[in-house]
């Protein structure tokens, strides 16, 4: 496996090493934004669920609460409003990053197996016969780049999703919050 990899890398292009160089520049991204995002998120959640307890049982926010820290204790409808907008647009900060990703890796990829197709045809270009067992190799190596750019994506597509599904609940809790503290007055 390892001689496999290290011939491809050997016999690749200019091309293929700026297609996989970008590639897992993506990966890292996409990995790092997930798991900063993702923490961040679940602490945010614990806290707020936390603070929705608190408050269903009392008639007080717990200082805990980001909506607590952003209203300042005015429980006017329009400031908790505002209150809820700003918290989901911190808690999704980067998230759109993960659709770009999972959007473009894929081209990225297909670029280099094209380009790498397109160099393959040109070494054959000055010969009069070429056999398939000669075109199939530098074929398969081409499509390395696409199958990179479809992994990278398939990783952020997945995480985007999850991401996503915690600033719902977040989004959640904290419009519960807030219509608990309405209708408290």
Excluded: D
């Excluded at 934004?33 to 614990?46: A, G, M, T």
């Excluded at 980001?66 to 980067?94: D, M, Q, R, V, W």
């Amino acid at each position: 496996m390892t001689n496999t990899i290290l011939n491809y890398l050997a016999n690749s292009s200019a091309i293929t090493y700026i297609v996989l160089a970008a590639l897992s520049v993506y990966l890292i991204l996409t990995f790092w934004i997930f798991i900063y995002r993702f923490l961040n998120l679940k602490s945010l959640i614990n806290s707020e669920e936390k603070a929705l307890e608190s408050l269903t049982r009392s008639a007080e926010l717990s200082p805990l609460s980001s909506l607590n820290k952003c209203s300042n204790n005015i429980n006017s409808k329009e400031i908790l409003h505002a209150c809820e907008i700003n918290i989901i647009k911190e808690a999704s900060e980067g998230i759109s990053w993960m659709a770009i990703i999972s959007s473009t890796a894929p081209f990225i990829g297909l670029f280099g197996t094209v380009v790498g197709i397109l160099e393959s045809f040109a070494k054959f270009a000055n010969e009069s016969k070429v056999a398939f067992s000669v075109i199939a190799p530098a074929i398969s190596e081409a499509l390395v780049a696409t199958a990179a750019g479809i992994f990278v994506a398939i990783f952020a597509y997945t995480f985007h999703q999850i991401l996503v599904r915690k600033v719902y609940e977040l989004n959640t809790l904290i419009k519960a919050q807030s219509e608990i503290l309405i209708a408290k007055g």
